[in-house]
């Protein structure tokens, strides 16, 4: 592994993941893969080393679970393992109204998209500050912006991310990067994870995940606090920040699928 080129992605076993890593590889990155699921790691791994000759590591974790990201860390160290780079992708989302999500799996989401995450960047931004290099890049959704009815809960969670990420832009500049990636609705299996149905116009603004994927690397590689991935979703982000938030979230509310 190259000490100075190590990235730790999670969620890499699908979707936007597996796109960041493929990314990451072609620019000569090292990688160390985690998700739940690790026969489409290792077949992803097997891929990457053979197309860009790069050493990748998969390591099986289910970040939904509280002490998991304690124990990937002494995993990862006791293997010597030391990312330069952070790429928090994984988080998953629920589409219903809040009061009728299912306790478990709210508990599970927050879980993965809040407090796994803080404590896995809050580990290894500590240790990029020690040393004054590295970057960070932070997963979040354009709905990070704004309420959206029936996604509650996840847009939320996903606007800590945002808020911690744009927080740590500025406390730890110059020397360690971190990079908030904003996407949209994207060509994956987010929307049936979620039981989301997009609209017509939420299906027109949908991007590829390997383009989502080369623009929030290339943000954070340039230093970027902030990216929302496709021009029609930068226009719908600005749009919403002009009229009142109520008739935002009355938008939004359509969009995920809601009546009335």
């Known amino acids: 592994m190259n000490p100075q080129k190590l990235a730790l992605v999670t969620g890499a076993s699908s979707g936007l993941g597996i796109a960041l890593a493929e990314d990451l590889a072609g620019r000569g990155y090292d990688l160390i893969l985690t998700a739940r699921s690790e026969a489409p790691m290792q077949a992803l791994a097997a891929t990457l080393r053979a197309q860009h000759g790069i050493a990748v590591a998969v390591e099986v974790a289910d970040l939904s679970l509280p002490g998991s990201v304690a124990a990937l860390v002494a995993r990862l160290d006791g293997q010597g393992l030391h990312p330069t780079m952070l790429i928090a992708n994984a988080g998953f989302g629920l589409n219903e109204r809040f009061v009728d999500h299912d306790g478990a799996r709210l508990t599970a989401m927050l879980q993965l998209n809040i407090l796994s995450l803080a404590e896995l960047t809050e580990v290894y931004g500590a240790r990029m500050s020690a040393v004054e290099t590295g970057h960070i890049m932070l997963v979040a959704s354009i709905a990070a912006f704004q309420a959206v009815p029936l996604l509650g809960a996840y847009a939320a969670s996903k606007a800590f991310v945002l808020s911690l990420g744009e927080a740590m832009h500025v406390e730890l500049a110059p020397k360690v990067g971190v990079t908030v990636l904003c996407p949209g609705f994207m060509e994956t299996g987010f929307g049936a994870v979620a ?66």
């Open 195 to 260: 039981g989301f149905e997009p609209d017509a116009m939420t299906k027109r603004t949908a991007l590829s995940a390997e383009t989502v994927a080369r623009m929030g690397v290339a943000a954070m590689l340039k230093g970027q606090p902030v990216v929302v991935a496709g021009r029609l979703n930068r226009i719908m982000v600005a749009g919403a920040r002009l009229i009142p938030r109520m008739m935002a979230a009355r938008i939004a509310f359509r969009a995920a699928g809601g009546k009335g």
